[in-house]
């Protein structure tokens, strides 16, 4: 009987103690917004059936998470908890129900409970959750920002935290999409690093001790257009913002630009189609015209674009090349009454483009020998002087022929020294790039490329290869245009590799090599003695009038694409603009090359004429008399 009655005891005591359920020793303590573990599990799980686990807030006795038939009630939980309360379900059949809370926020901190039901068996643990006190809140705008171009901008970014503001350590606003660093606050400076944004943007001082950290942006582009993010660290914390850029509409500028796109395109077709219907007046006017006035319309349409979108580069040497052009378009005028084609005028476009594009490589040049030595810094600016020296020696030399201050005998031997110079432009102007741009390895190409540029633009052609070899005029030009063009190509390509560290270097080998192709129309006719362009109808209404169609459109095309999706389809419009100068000449090249052939060729078309002009003659002669009889 006594031993039946301690049997039935300790049963008794085991269902009294029920099923024992292990939870932490204290309470849990995590930062907010990170993921923290509540533990909960027995010692043994003997069985899953009837398994039911309820994980409770005990204060309002919410529903944060629900295991019940096998798997996790999620439609029963409160709502505030779906998505961030989680089971670890492969650790269930090891006894293990802790459950994993994601996103902690401040209304979390309080105590859980953990109740789990086994067959007839219960039990349940208490969880207490603290929340750091420590927290950084950053909030930017929540809707998107619309602006115009040209308008200013202000980006919200705002730090909710009991921080000091001395123990900010970084602030750094980027544009997402592009990986663009825009502002960055540090050590109580403001660094502005990426040229598209300097000068541009700007934190309010006077806010910045509030945690007010919002970013004015000034003259909004098209490209500005996209997401930007602000991000704070301070006190071994960090948090972010994004703030919607969208919404840009077309300014005053950009209206204008289109406007005189459209003058430049109409008015190039219809001076063109007024000089083609009163052809036989030589009408002077109209020719100036069609040369000068489209050209002008794209010089302001190219200021107005540099002054809202366009880069400095890109807008200096676009603007130099529209106010240069109309020299080259007077070389190969077809109607010269009063002006002639002259490979003169060449020159003088390339000592005046060369000086302006070498003065704004030679900016970029200074930027960037900041980290130079002091002999290094000396040795590029005698570089630059160097290579800018012919074109004052020309002017010089002209104004002393023309006004006779300096004496014949001096204007001569500034003259001389001027071409001189000239001739070895390129390899000049290549040495001053790889100094300040390129490697110490492009040295050994200058040593090799010299001789062969002195032995190809100063050979004796018309007498080594045409009295002595007998040559024919049209095979010596042939030959030398063939390895001048090799050398420009080989040149071009080692500039673009000392232009490599630079991110618009295909436009800067645009531009380059429309200079280098100028350059050797000039050395041609200096060669052969050829100084007269021929008259050549094509380039004239390829330059004044085709490209000027192409690179309005080109222009209007890309402010359109950049005001509609924030990015252009080029990026760099001198690819498109120097690339179709460089079409214009070759066919100025390919003529200058031909004028061996055009007498002949005029000869055999007058021969011809004048045959068929006998058999209209005879024929019509023949007739009538068949007619008498």
Known sequence: MRGSSCVLMSVLLMIADGLIVKGPSGPLVAPLGSSVVLPCSVDELLSVKDLEVEWRRTDSEALVHLYQEGESRTESQQQ?????????????????????????????????????????????????????????????????????????????????????????????????????????????????????????????????????????????????????????????????????????????????????????????????????????????????????????????????????????NETVACCTLYILRPLMLCSAAPYKRGFTGNAFTLMIENFLFSTVVYSVLFKKALEKSLNFAEFDRIILIVLFVIVLLPCPLFIIAVLAEIFGKLGERIGDILLVLALISFDILPSLQFILLFYAFGSASGGFFIVAVLPVLTTVTRYNWDHKCGVKMGCSPLVQRSVWSVLMLLMNAVMLYFYIMALESEKDRIGWACVIGFLQLIWTVWMYARSFKDWDIPTCVPVYLLGSVVLVELNAAALMTELILKSVNGKGALGDLRIIVFSSECLCLLPLLISLVAAPLIPKITTCLQKEHRTQRRTRITAGSESSDRSRI
């Open 80 to 312: 505030d908890y779906q998505d961030r309360a989680h089971f670890f379900t492969d650790q269930i059949q090891h006894g293990n129900f802790s459950l994993r809370l994601d996103d902690l926020r401040a209304e979390d901190e309080g105590q859980y409970k953990c109740k789990v039901y086994i067959q007839q068996e219960s039990g349940e643990t208490v969880v207490q959750i603290k929340v750091n006190a420590e927290r950084l809140l950053v909030s930017g705008s929540s809707r998107s920002i619309s602006a115009s171009v040209g308008e200013d901008v202000t980006l919200n970014c705002s730090v909710d935290s009991h921080i000091p503001p001395g123990d900010f350590e970084e602030v750094t606003w980027t544009k997402t999409d592009e990986d663009i660093q825009v502002l960055l606050y540090q050590d109580n400076e403001t660094h502005s690093s990426n040229e598209r944004y300097r000068d541009r943007v700007e934190f309010f001082p006077a806010e910045i001790p509030k945690g007010n950290f919002s970013l004015r942006l000034k003259n909004v582009r098209t490209e500005d257009k996209g997401v930007y993010m602000c991000q704070v660290f301070a006190g071994g914390l960090s948090a972010n913002a994004t703030v919607l850029l969208e919404q840009l509409g077309f300014s005053a500028s950009h209206i204008m630009v289109l406007i005189l796109c459209i003058s430049a395109s109409g008015s190039a077709l219809l001076l063109c189609c007024l000089i083609y219907c009163r052809s036989q007046n030589d009408d002077l006017l109209l020719q100036m015209s069609l040369v000068i006035c489209p050209n002008i319309f794209l010089f302001i349409a190219f200021v107005l674009w540099g002054v809202t979108e366009g880069s400095l």
